[in-house]
């Protein structure tokens, strides 16, 4: 009888909070014995103590994970690697990927590489140690015996870059189905979730609410999320006519419970100054799973995540008058909004189900692996 496949998913910092779709991903992958690692630990509440840490805090750690950092080896990787039997490392981000590469070869460990969006999409400015990070970042791609894309999006982005086409391909990471809950009385009109970052759009997302008629004024609002802007946007948001209420960080079911309380999804992602631009967009599943009707651009892998005129509305990247204009015909149309919603979440069940996805995820890492089962 032949062992379970052993993979290792590395992700430098396990793990930040916005990145509960790697958490999910683990989770969800039954057929195989999956381990988390990394360099060091973001103290966010998707840490767990079953992750493998490989530094500390400690001035020895330090230099071994700057070490690692700019040569490419480490006896820790080499031990870990060894001591839990894994054959296959899952890199997520390319950054993180030209890391863990060198160490992977070294250790003749094959290596499949997880693209999500900025990896592939931002433009970087040549700055000291530009040139090298893209060397290791080429050794990476090289090495790598599959590159998954999250959206064809992504693909697409990945193959113009010069990663060949048959290296790539496309793989949804998907979502937890949960129960859907109750709704309750509406708290407010539109809901948004995301890091309080330019590619986000919450900007964009302002600007439109003040185009509102002012028949539906005051607009309630609920910004969910974290990120260096708030403080300006929370300045921009003084002088609006919605009533719009910075509700910081929270916990996935509490973003469950906020979801329940309102009527819209905003959600407007655009491309940063940088190209920096969104791959898939994770959080309008989520948004559809709880019945909301979604509210977005046509930008990046956005369209693969909302069905336009059948779970949601799109405008053209950057038109804030149709930004609004959209937000105003959903708000104006509880009948919309129900069938928005009802085939919002039986698209997710139907096609996005995280279980479902990850079952074929298996099926590439025992392809990739050595054929364990």
Known sequence: MTRRLRVAVWREFVLP???TFIRNQVDSCHGTD????????SKSNLSRDSDVVLYGSSLIDRICRRLFKSLGISSRVKKFAQT????????HFLADAALIAPMARRLGIPLVITLHGYDITERRVRARGGAWLSRREAFAVGYASKIICVSEFIQRRAVATGIGASKTCV?????????????????????????LAEKKGVSDLLAALQRLPTSLQPCRVAVVGYGDLRSDLEMVSSSSLAQIEFLGSMKPDEIRGI?????????????????DSEGFGMVFLEAALAQLPVIAYRHGGVPESVL???TGFLSDEGDI???????????KRPDLRKSFGKEGRR???AEFDINRLSKELESLYIVVGGGHE
Not at 34 to 41: A, D, P, Q, R, W
Not at 84 to 91: E, Q
Not at 259 to 275: D, Q, R, Y
Request: aromatic content about 8%; glycine content about 8%.
């Open 34 to 41: 999956v381990i988390l690692f990394g360099s060091s630990v």
């Open 321 to 331: 008058q149709g930004l609004s204009d959209n937000i105003s015909r959903l708000l």
């Open 308 to 310: 336009e005129d059948v």
């Open 347 to 349: 698209r997710v069940e």
């Open 84 to 91: 839990n039997g894994i054959d296959l490392i899952h890199a």
């Open 259 to 275: 979801f329940a309380e309102c009527s819209i999804f905003v959600g407007p992602s655009k491309a940063a100054a940088n190209g």
């Open 17 to 19: 909070t916005s990145e």
């Open 171 to 195: 793989r949804y990471i998907g979502t937890p189905i949960t129960d859907l809950v109750v709704k309750q009385k509406s708290t407010w009109d539109i809901v948004f979730v995301g890091r």
